[in-house]
């Protein structure tokens, strides 16, 4: 007897295939970044968030949240980039604590050349090559799995109302 949940050849290969380009795309669009503006997919993540956010600060742990990153990794990624001069630790509370972070000048500098390279890369590697219906099948496809999935959702639909 088979078992439901198995997949057919064929279903495999859709989800390799998927997996295939999926991995493609992300590293090159990556890559693209890190050659054309010198940061990493990381760094973008941080100086974009920032670069949202009222004031171009928030604090940490928002940050972290925000990223959907473990504190310690944002403490870590945090580091770095201090050093490197693109974001400023920041008094946040009436504690006195270094609990806020900041974009500098320069790390508004660098994110705004990275806002419009990687925008420019993403339209080329993902967007051009899509026929309208091909966007749309997309869209459509990733909206679904967001509402299933995301914001804390168990992906399961026992219970749920046929959509």
């Known amino acids: 007897m088979r078992n439901p949940d198995a997949l057919k050849p064929e279903e495999w290969d859709l ?6 380009a999926q991995r ?17 997919k990381a760094e973008f993540s941080v100086l974009v968030t920032l670069l949202r956010a009222p004031g171009s ?13 473990e504190k310690s990794r944002v403490s870590h990624q945090l580091t770095r980039m201090e050093g490197r001069g693109l974001v400023v630790r920041a ?3 009436a504690s006195g604590r270094r609990t806020g972070i900041g ?12 806002v419009v390279a990687h925008g ?6 993902f967007l051009d090559p899509l026929a309208p219906e091909q ?3 997309i869209r459509a496809w990733s ?8 914001q804390g959702g168990t992906g399961t639909t026992e219970g749920a109302a046929p959509e």
């Open 91 to 93: 008094e946040s509370g």
């Open 57 to 69: 600060e928030m604090r940490v742990v928002d940050l972290a949240a925000s990223l959907g990153w």
């Open 15 to 20: 989800w390799d295939t998927w997996m295939q």
């Open 103 to 114: 974009l500098t000048p320069e790390g508004r500098r660098l994110v705004e050349r990275a």
């Open 24 to 40: 493609l795309l992300l590293q090159e669009i990556d890559r693209r970044l890190q050659s054309e503006i010198g940061i990493s």
């Open 143 to 150: 909206e679904q799995t967001i509402n299933r999935l995301g």
């Open 120 to 125: 420019g890369n993403v339209r080329r590697h």
């Open 135 to 137: 966007a749309a099948a």
